[in-house]
């Protein structure tokens, strides 16, 4: 190996992931996380061992890469793990091709042209059907027919690191009828994962369950925030609005849909049939655990959840193929949201919603305080792997400060 | 008078707008609408008359030429003014500066980051309420105090002219629990006005509705296409989503805030009182006559609806305010729609499911034929113009003819 892993790394050679970094003397670039090390792209090009326009590496974010297609991008990422492994390759003997991490600033991996957030855990959508709802009828009546889905602000969502002020809105207290302005009560995280596609579509045209996972470049984890207060008074009817576009934060590696493709699982029984468009062949179903910890101020953190990517109901062909059955168009670097993954057990829950049962029965932290929501100072921490014969590919984490309000 | 500009031109020596137009021999670029003809930029930009970086004008959309800001814009549509008055200026005698709109093709003037559509007409939302829930009660809780809104597709925006197809989707047969696919047999047009954004804000950042309109750059007509069927079996919990995103259509010039400043107008009162926060001072509501013409194919066109953008109970300056309240920043290049845009006649109504009231009144069409929602080869146009003491600026259209399902 040309540089040393530490074992159960998340960046290990199986996984090569794709980024975007700088450093004091390095401009924004595209990197390789390997180990505790980033892999500067732009370094290795000069070695000339590319065959495409390597301008591409030197973009301020990795859409104008993604689209030079997958035979391309996927030969780098071969030809980088041969070359990591070989002691006698290209990249042996040149400490200056790598950085490490912790001397690295990571930046937003992609331009993200649209963002949209489905809402496909079968766990989560009960669960808030019970709160809010008649617990016999928690899922709505279309809720297993249809990937249901919305759009979500594009323009707000940063990466890992960059701290968040609470959001001030309206919302309305107990009992009443005129509604009150300031600072959210009840912010909450979204445990979720996100797909960036890799390929653009013509508007008109569908992405079939079977060409799906081709138009699909890889993977991050996503926090989608969310304000509960402010969004009790506002979604109905239109959803979701000032509610979730203050902040949604991404983790900085885009993990290749190939490099997790040895952690492929069956997914839940769909139950009843689907329509013809939405089925699909094959194991769509990832199995990458996730986990997410909090720290408040000046505490270590603690892990209020462990839950799994594998429990999803809808698979991202599924939502891929749903989304553009109408002939909405898609283009390189938009997101799509898992929504929020919680499985069966109480402490794989994905929200403090959730975890906290709507405030009833709060979290207690190793400080001795109590969560029902996130509090001004917490650090909301995600991570996620999989790990299958030895083998581990990881996110790294999305990790996030909420400030007080402005 | 430089150039020949028809009387009742909605694109008078008043109104000067903007947009990236195409001729065989000319690039997509930016523009000048005066009368039937368009002011080439470009060219003009040759006669070494701006004092910025005219690469800007080149672009192939009015992004960057936007980004110089007011000072600049302002300024460039005030000397295009004067020139075209002048006929001893720089542009006279250079019939090469000119070409005909009719030769000329034209293309999104912007690149849109992110898509909000409000919900900002009271007639509307009260129409649309005494339809779905109970009359007395047709007004939501939260619609007097919030401007409500939702995210749309940015990608799917395109411009006048571009036919679609009819979408297809998931609906709910009558006295039926299990969907059926198939093109959406409730196709509407939703009459509507966007602005665009001028300038960009940070993360964290809010707009007060006093600087609201410093953050506008202009206005566009929009087509807000939905599938009325689809939307009814997928929007709740979550909101409109492939009911809405197969497609919107804008108008192709961008007429500035500062071209509309003649016709502000006082809205309605707002009662009960609003949040501070949504507090405004001054006129902020505009005087546009709006109206929709329906063409069957091979048919003339008939006009189905006149309404006015000075209907809205929410103005553009609270949009801005209340989208941004909470930190939700912005770009330069948003669009953010009124809307459906009803008045209180019925021949006012912004959409077929208002005007033929769900179904049950059919418009009878000058063929013969009866319209309950839009037909394949239908051509839907939408045009506004604002007109007072003998100045007119308009908008010119927006038409889009719908092609049966793929």
Redesign the interface.
């Known amino acids: 190996m040309i540089i040393n892993i530490p074992e159960n790394s998340d960046f290990s050679i199986h996984n090569i992931p794709f980024g975007i970094f700088s450093t004091a003397d390095r401009s924004p670039r595209a990197g390789v996380a390997i180990g505790e090390h980033i892999l500067d792209l732009v370094a290795v090009a000069e070695l000339d061992v590319f065959d495409f326009n390597t301008a591409v590496l030197e973009k301020e974010v990795l859409n104008d890469f993604i689209s030079l297609g997958k035979t391309i991008t996927n030969r780098v990422r071969k030809d980088i793990r041969h070359w990591l492994q070989d002691e006698d390759s290209v990249l042996a003997g040149k400490p200056e091709l790598f950085v490490l991490q912790s001397e690295a600033q990571m930046h937003m991996p992609v331009y993200i042209?649209?963002y949209t957030d489905f809402?496909s855990s079968i766990e989560h959508a009960t669960n808030v059907g019970t709160m809010f709802r008649d617990p016999a009828k928690a899922l709505?009546?279309?809720w297993k027919?249809?990937p249901?889905?919305?759009?979500?602000?594009?323009?707000?969502i940063?990466v890992s690191g960059?701290a968040?002020?609470r959001?001030?809105?309206?919302t309305?207290p107990k009992d009443s009828?005129?509604?009150?302005?300031g600072p959210s009560q009840r912010l909450d995280f979204e445990l979720e994962m996100g797909f960036i596609t890799g390929k653009n579509t013509s508007?008109?045209q569908s992405v079939s369950t079977d060409e799906a996972e081709d138009y699909i470049f890889g993977m991050v984890l996503l926090n989608d925030w969310s304000?509960r207060d402010?969004q009790k008074?506002?979604?109905?009817?239109?959803?979701?609005?000032?509610a979730k576009?203050?902040?949604s934060h991404i983790s900085p590696w885009i993990v290749t849909l190939e490099a997790l493709d040895p952690f492929r699982v069956s997914g839940p029984e769909q139950n009843?049939k689907v329509?013809?468009?939405l089925e699909f062949e094959g194991t769509k179903n990832y199995n990458i655990n996730l986990e997410v910890g909090i720290a408040p101020e000046n505490t270590e953190e603690q892990i209020v959840c462990n839950s799994n990517f594998k429990y999803m109901y809808w698979n991202m062909a599924q939502q891929l193929a749903?989304?553009t059955?109408?002939?909405?168009?898609?283009?390189i670097g938009?997101l799509y949201g898992s929504g929020t993954i919680s499985g069966k057990d109480e402490n794989s829950y994905g929200s403090m919603l959730e975890l906290a049962w709507m405030g009833t029965k709060p979290l207690k932290m190793n400080d001795g305080s109590e969560r029902k929501f996130i509090q001004d100072g917490d650090t909301v921490i995600m991570r996620g792997y999989a790990e299958k014969d030895g083998k581990r590919v990881g996110f790294g984490e999305v990790s996030a400060k909420v400030l007080p309000a402005?």
Do not use: T
Not at 177 to 181: E, I, R, S
């Open positions: 042209g649209d809402y709505m009546p279309n027919h249809i249901v889905g919305y759009h979500g602000r594009a323009s707000s940063v960059e968040i002020h959001p001030k809105g309206q309305l009828d005129a509604p009150v302005f508007l008109g304000a402010i008074w506002e979604y109905v009817p239109l959803g979701p609005f000032l576009n203050f902040a009843p329509l013809p468009y749903h989304h059955i109408n002939g909405c168009n898609i283009n938009d402005k």
